[in-house]
């Protein structure tokens, strides 16, 4: 499910706290944790959110340090509060596994709905999902759930593509559209998912040949504009 949001750019600093950023991207880019761990913490301490996040991302995973969930909260929430959409979706997931805590969807949800609202593709995927299974208190509701899905897929979002699909299959709280199901569903597959075959099959089976060639010519000139002109 989750994609690690771990920033790797270097612009919006000034000074040595800049310098000691970059310094720690360089190491997490040559593998040295332990190295940007002690970079991090300056940025950090001076509220820089990324450097917060990124710090919050070793703590979790244990890289550099020893694994602590109770400092990657912390190190998450305070990016969080600093307005960072990839800080309330780390912080999100920690919620949402019980990694540390106790497993909270309540908690989770309004960290994925506001990192969602900020265009992060994965935090799209995670309220689509919600709202697909009625988690944490979100209305249970296909439509609106295929609605994030699409958002997630236009960025290149391999699972959202693939849910898509599933939902066009189906017609689960929405209607079933074959045509558009194997346009995602193909994408699905072009991009690694393994269980999109199974629905590109079942939509294609429902289709002439004539309307399953322009669905493949459709999910090609969908990849080519990279997600622009795709079906809704």
């Not at 010519?217 to 969908?222: G, L």
Request: hydrophobic share 40%; proline share 2%.
């Amino acid at each position: 499910m989750k994609k690690i949001a771990f920033m790797l750019f270097l612009l919006g600093y000034s000074g040595l706290a800049s310098a000691d950023f970059q310094s720690a991207m360089r190491a997490i880019e040559r593998g040295h944790y332990a190295t940007a761990e002690r970079a991090l913490r300056k940025p950090a301490a001076l509220g820089e959110a990324r450097a917060q996040n990124n710090l919050g991302y070793l703590y979790e995973h244990g890289l550099g340090v020893t694994q602590n969930y109770v400092e990657a909260r912390n190190w998450y929430s305070k990016a969080a509060a600093g307005g960072l959409a990839e800080a309330k979706f780390n912080l999100a997931t920690l919620y949402h596994h019980g990694r540390g805590i106790s497993q909270n969807a309540e908690l989770a949800a309004p960290l994925f709905s506001s990192a969602a609202q900020s265009g992060y593709a994965e935090a799209e995927y995670m309220v689509g999902e919600y709202h697909r299974t009625g988690m944490g208190g979100l209305k249970k509701d296909g439509a609106v759930a295929l609605a994030w899905f699409l958002r997630a897929s236009r960025k290149g979002h391999s699972g959202a593509q693939l849910m898509a699909a599933s939902i066009y299959l189906s017609g689960e709280g929405w209607r079933s559209e074959p045509r558009k199901a194997l346009v995602w569903g193909e994408l699905a597959r072009i991009n690694g998912e393994t269980q999109a075959q199974a629905i590109v099959s079942r939509a294609g089976k429902g289709l002439g040949a004539e309307l399953l060639q322009e669905a493949m010519q459709q999910a090609s000139v969908c990849l080519q504009t990279d997600y622009r002109d795709c079906p809704e």
